[in-house]
């Protein structure tokens, strides 16, 4: 698992000291890019890493900083890497574990650094969750996460889009997006992902399984996540956006409204520019090309600036006063 690979690298680092990243990946039998995204990890979860430059370089612990993990239990270890994330934690049953674990890292840290531990812990807090939205109920999670842990087959029942199914499934990682758990599994010779609260029943077989051979799942979750995004944006509306749209347009679109201004044209001498904003079906698009009302003008696809067109004659027409009844004496 990962987090042993973690504690790994750094009981390496505080036994024998610098050591380059080829030398960390020849120890560890990992790629050097591994080794790269470990001390990011060790970094975040407040372990002092410093890289030295030069052809002497290397990673090394800073001076003076000693740590007992190997007084922690494997599941206090496994949980320190959660430490950002406090909520999630519980999610997966490692609430308590977690504060255990964070305990004995306090107490291994010197006095001055266990204090700046404090301190960033004092002033920073990190929120996975989504805005506005209650978190999905998650009941099947911790014993998804144990299967996960232990590479045990599970037997479950699902809620999808066209029905129900039992299947069996070798659970490979679990991940958090803004708020929402997914499983990655194993199926059939094919990986896929499962939202976790849709899981209806959960029960591990008993039966071991083996990982896939280099299976990444930071690389798996991103090469979907393109995907995905490939597949909504279904087109490119061409806007003519005035500076009030501008500033809203990466809070309602997110990254596809950001990288929209970053192509915009000059602007124009009341300040509006020209844009080209990836948007789903039409029946989507319109929705929500509206919020940006009066502040924004659709130039091209016809079929879209026409859709558009409708929808807010609709509104015109459903707004608009209706006569009064005329009167007699």
Known sequence: MRADRLLSLLLLLQNRGRMTAPELAEELEVSVRTVYRDVEALSASGVPVLADRGPAGGYRLVDGYRTRLTGFTDAE????????????????????????????????????????????????????????????PVPHLETIAGAVWERQVLRTHYRRWRGEVH?????????????????????????????????????????????????????????????????????????????????????QFGAAGARALDGAGPPDDEGWVHVELPVESPSVAVGDLLRLGPEAEVLAPA??????TEAVAALAARYTPSPLPDSTD
């Open 303 to 308: 079929e879209l600036r026409r859709a558009l």
């Open 167 to 251: 299947r069996e499934l070798r659970p490979l990682g679990i991940v958090l997006k803004s708020g929402i758990w997914y499983l990655v599994a194993e199926v059939e010779e094919a990986v896929r992902t499962y939202r976790v609260s849709r899981f209806l029943a959960v029960e591990p077989t008993g039966d071991d399984f083996d990982r896939p051979a280099g299976f990444d799942l930071a690389a798996y979750w991103e090469a979907g996540s393109r995907r995905l995004e490939a597949a909504l944006y279904q087109d490119t509306a061409h806007l003519r956006v005035s500076p009030r749209a501008q500033r809203l347009l990466p809070m």
């Open 77 to 136: 270890a496994s949980s320190l890497f959660l430490t950002g994330v406090p909520g999630p934690a519980r999610d997966l049953g490692l609430g308590a574990v977690l504060t255990t674990a964070q305990l004995k890292l306090q107490a291994a840290l010197p006095s001055e650094l266990a204090e700046q531990a404090r301190r960033v812990q004092d002033r920073f807090h990190l929120d996975a969750s989504a805005w506005f939205r209650d978190a999905d």
